[in-house]
């Protein structure tokens, strides 16, 4: 279900509160702590969290699945949403997005046992700027001095990143200002105030990404970049949380169970647990008499029923 309903404004503001009331419940804090890494605490990522959404408020026109389904994300990747450019939940429509910005593919090779050292930069009119590829590679850039980048102006000549592995060996790339562009126009929202009021570090970001894919990475790095590159390509991010977080968020917001627990409250009943949506009546299946084996041995067991898979659905958005 959606948190937003056509028609029942009412209802909308009572599941946006019942959201936000969700991201400070036990459950929620309970599901922080098992999937968190050791430097993140529970009750600050769920103010994070809580802060987002007052921030953005048209998360609460998006899918519960979309939201909750990108916070329980960032938090596996042990990344704070909105804060230090680290990453962003993005309204597209109903659908929350989950991007990675450049601090987040950052901190995440910081933590990766695998590199050594990660550089990036822009190269600035005026810089000294030469690299060679190949089997006699090497990268130098000189910047010009008292330089001052504008993070807003578009003069970017080159972009670059430098990777060191702790096996010696350094991987690097560099990109002209055409590369930039196209990076830029093929983007869901190329005029987004990301690439407007950001413009170089979002160049940055989409070259380090480039240069990470033949890294060798951690697991968080690799979807990290797996998340980036179905919000780069519109895709539908598929997330990789227990569905019965969200399936508990989903029921606490639900209209019609909300509408069941007023009415048994006007009653003066309090249920000890809450009444479940109707389901569609399922077929029953008629018991047989189990065939005997031959040699008179022990019946078979009956089979047994396919799980669902336990992925939930989520909605990429660009890079």
Known sequence: MELRHEGHAEVDAQSAATLADHLQTDTFQRHLEAILPDHMGSERF????????????????????????????????GLEIGT??????????????????LWGHMALA??????????????????????????????????????????????????????RTKGGGTIFDAFDAAWIERIRSRSKAPNSPAWTNFYAEMAQAKCLKKVLKVCP??????????????????????????TSLLLAAEQATDPTLQAAREEMAQMGESPSRDPEPAKPRERSRKRTPAKAKSGNGPDEPPPHDDQDHPAAGGSGWDD
Not at 47 to 75: D, F, H, N, Y
Not at 128 to 144: S, V
Not at 219 to 240: P, S
């Open 46 to 77: 769920a103010s994070v969290c809580l802060r987002q959404l007052s921030t953005t408020p048209k998360l609460q026109e998006c899918s519960l699945r979309s939201v909750i389904g990108g916070m329980m994300e960032a938090a596996t990747l």
């Open 84 to 101: 230090q450019g680290e990453c962003w939940l993005i309204p597209y429509g109903n659908e929350a997005q989950l991007q990675i910005g």
């Open 110 to 163: 910081w933590r990766s046992a695998l590199l050594a050292d990660v550089q990036i930069d822009v190269v600035l009119p005026g810089d000294r700027f030469t690299f060679r590829k190949g089997t006699d590679a090497y990268l130098h850039h000189e910047p010009q001095k008292g330089r001052n980048l504008n993070e807003a102006e578009r003069v970017i000549e080159w972009v670059y990143a430098v990777v």
């Open 217 to 242: 990475k951690s697991r968080e790095m690799a979807r990290a970049i797996t998340l980036d590159d179905e919000a780069d390509a519109g895709a539908k991010q598929v997330w990789t949380v227990d």
